[in-house]
């Protein structure tokens, strides 16, 4: 970390300045090899080193609370390891968190609404985060999720918003948190500080090659993806509005030049779209990035990585440079999500006398990752921070029992493995689920939809990007809650959207972009599966509802055979979907109307809660009842080459069981260091 002043007379120079105080005079003593005239020093250089975390998703063990079971490819815990390192490698660190902190695994909901935490103690996330001592943080979405009162109380109180206390004094995160782009709509101020500067100072080499201590103010600025106005609605609307990123840094980041800051770290929860920019785009880093003042810019939201040293790197717009690790010249990471890797950005600094200069073209960015092959091809991990576990081993603990809670049995694998070939497996409980609660909704509160048939769609949230074992799996015999949770995997609330026929194909159309588009006459190896996530990959499972998808088609024109009640859909009926938040007011990418504007309903429960409620009503859950309705199957086509795909290790028994007998397995591994195997489809089955 940088290191305080302890020199005296000296006013402590780890002080934090917050939004809107003054800047308080700041004298130096000689000692540890400093100058009390800085200007004898100038020449003098030094490397500080940001560290980033980003979408830890409290993921503070590297534990699985669905499977109930360790898996060391992620975790806090070993972060924290790679943190300890970077702090002996480097004389100067800075540790920033990114956002999407205090929302993601069973241990946090836990905290947040079963056994909430009392005001006095902090989220074990923070907790933990607390054994290394971050110097600020920002957002993320997530953070939203639970509401504005639970928020107020783990950040300790201050947030003046319509139906928050401010006054409440709580234990609060242990590190300042700063965020230029959120207002309270009640002050019409920031909804929290938007930036903070942070005095330091720095472990230098003097012009000489000796060791010179000096003075430092690090500006520090936050921003989080205006799309949590849609997201989390029912929390916020009228309470908070949002600013572009773009807007805010031009405003604050002079602000923060004039209170002296010699470097500007901007925290962007957010990451890269070459769309041309607006206000409320949710990955605006190449904007931001141009922003006069900023010389360091740490992203995420995306759940990927910068920069990215794969032969085919994620992100190649213009601007982007993967090798210098910069963004429009600007020193960037986006450290991935769960703990899987540590950003560092080096920043050059050179002291001219009076303050430091960053040297952009001299700095350097990289991702360390808690795994990595060894020379026998074997994966090796870091070992966890033994100091982090303990911290939290009463909450997680309790976490567990709560998980273990049962509701009901399944007599047969319920598993995503297989989805994205259409296995129903794992998804059509959730649809049933979701169906039923919206349908008997509007049999008692909204009546002048009653007459329309109301359906539901649902994807396979797990469905292999994080690896072998990113897929909802849930073992035959007793249903216990973190089944449920594996089912469905984020704590989204249920929203019932009006659209007609013409409307569901479309938005079929749109979730068909799962797929390449397979050439027939091609007789080398094809990949099935598109970079377009899983989690968009919505699908129907009733009978009711029929179609096919031609995959040998262009993406627009993959739907066929749409029918409803065993006849072609008649584009101008009405329907009701169920779904969820996220889709039906961030989905305008599949149909206009999941703006928000086909919303009829927002419900005020988590489709996970729905899906637990659900199995309690009705706990015996059979794959003739709950798992094997096939709304959609592949147009047949015959391919002169093999068409391919991957998932789980040696998982053929699954499809073979959900009656996919053109699946075959061709490689126990496919060689993506994924731990997943590769399988073929035949099309023309």
Excluded at 116 to 144: R, V, W
Excluded at 477 to 501: E, Q, S
Aim: net charge neutral; glycine share 10%; with cysteine.
């Amino acid at each position: 970390m940088l290191e305080p002043s302890f020199c005296q007379p000296t006013r402590i120079s780890r002080r934090v300045v917050r939004f809107g105080a003054l800047a308080l005079a700041v004298s130096l003593a000689a000692c540890g090899g400093s100058d009390d005239d800085g200007s004898a020093n100038a020449g003098a250089t030094a490397t500080l080193a940001v560290l980033e975390t980003t979408d830890l998703h409290f993921n503070v063990r590297s534990y699985d609370y669905f499977k109930l079971a360790e898996d060391k490819s992620y975790g806090f815990e070993r972060t924290a390891t790679l943190v300890r390192a970077a702090r002996k490698e480097f004389a100067n660190t800075l540790l920033v968190d990114n956002g999407d902190t205090i929302q993601g695994t069973a241990l946090a909901d836990y905290e947040a609404t079963i056994s909430p935490i009392p005001c006095t103690q902090q989220l074990s996330m923070y907790k933990a985060m607390g054994a290394l001592g971050f110097d600020a943080g920002t957002l993320g979405n997530h953070e939203f999720n639970y509401g504005l009162p639970f928020l107020n109380q783990v950040l300790g109180g201050g947030l003046d918003v319509e139906g928050v206390d401010a006054t409440k004094k709580c234990a609060g995160a242990g590190f300042p948190m700063a965020l230029a782009n959120v207002y309270s709509s009640k002050t019409k101020k920031p909804l929290v500080q938007p930036y903070t500067i942070l005095e330091r100072t720095l472990t230098a080499k003097g012009a000489d090659g000796k060791e010179v201590k000096l003075p430092i103010k690090v500006g520090v600025i936050g921003f989080t993806t205006p799309g949590i106005m849609n997201w989390d609605k029912r929390y916020l609307e009228g309470k908070v509005y949002t600013e572009g990123a773009v807007e805010a840094a031009t405003k604050y980041v002079p602000e923060l030049r004039a209170k002296g800051a010699d470097v500007v770290v901007a925290l962007l929860h957010g990451g890269l779209d070459s769309a041309a920019y607006s206000p409320t785009m949710e990955n605006p880093g190449l904007h931001l990035s141009k922003v006069a003042g900023i010389d360091a810019m740490v992203m995420g939201h995306q759940h990927s990585v910068f920069p990215d040293t794969a032969a085919t790197p994620a992100y190649r717009q213009a601007g982007v440079d993967n090798k210098a690790g910069t963004i429009n010249g600007v020193p960037a990471v986006m450290a991935s999500s769960w703990g899987k890797s540590l950003g560092v950005i080096q920043l050059a600094l050179q002291w001219d006398g009076s303050k430091w200069v960053v040297n952009k073209t001299a700095s350097k960015s990289e991702l360390r990752n808690t795994q990595s092959k060894n020379a026998a091809g074997a994966t090796v991990y870091v070992e966890p921070d033994a100091a982090v576990a303990q911290l939290i081993e009463t909450q997680h603990q309790a976490a567990i029992q709560y998980v273990k809670t049962p509701i009901g049995s399944t007599d047969f694998r319920m598993s995503t493995l297989f989805a994205d070939v259409g296995d129903p497996g794992a998804i059509q409980i959730v649809n049933q689920a979701q169906q039923a609660y919206v349908a008997a909704y509007i049999k008692a509160s909204l009546p002048q939809y009653a007459a329309l048939p109301v359906l539901s769609v649902s994807a396979p949230f797990k469905s292999g990007f994080q690896g072998g074992a990113d897929y909802t799996d849930v073992a035959v015999g007793p249903l216990a809650i973190n089944n449920a949770a594996d089912l469905y995997l984020y704590p989204n609330t249920v929203y019932a959207v009006k659209v007609n026929g013409g409307d569901i194909k479309n938005w079929l159309e749109a979730a068909a972009k799962r797929f390449n588009q397979i050439d027939p006459a091609k007789t080398t190896e094809q990949s099935l599966i598109s970079t377009f996530p899983g989690y968009n990959f919505d699908m129907f499972t009733t009978p009711d509802l029929q179609y096919e998808i031609d995959v040998t088609q262009p993406v627009g024109s993959r739907i066929k055979s749409l029918t409803y009640l065993g006849k072609p859909i008649d584009v101008a009926q009405e329907f009701v979907i169920a779904t969820n938040n996220y889709r039906a007011t961030s989905g305008k990418s599949f149909i206009d109307k999941l703006d928000g504007s086909g919303s009829i309903w927002a419900s005020p429960d988590a489709n996970r809660d729905v899906v637990i409620d659900y199995i309690r009503k009705n706990p015996t859950v059979t794959r003739a009842t709950n798992g094997a309705a096939k709304s959609w199957r592949f147009a047949k086509a015959t391919t002169a080459g093999p068409v391919v795909f991957s998932s789980g290790a040696n998982a053929l028994s699954v499809a073979q069981a959900a009656g996919l007998t053109n699946v075959s397995l061709l490689a126990a591994d496919d060689g993506l260091g994924k731990g997943t195997s590769k399988y073929g489809i035949d099309l023309s089955k």
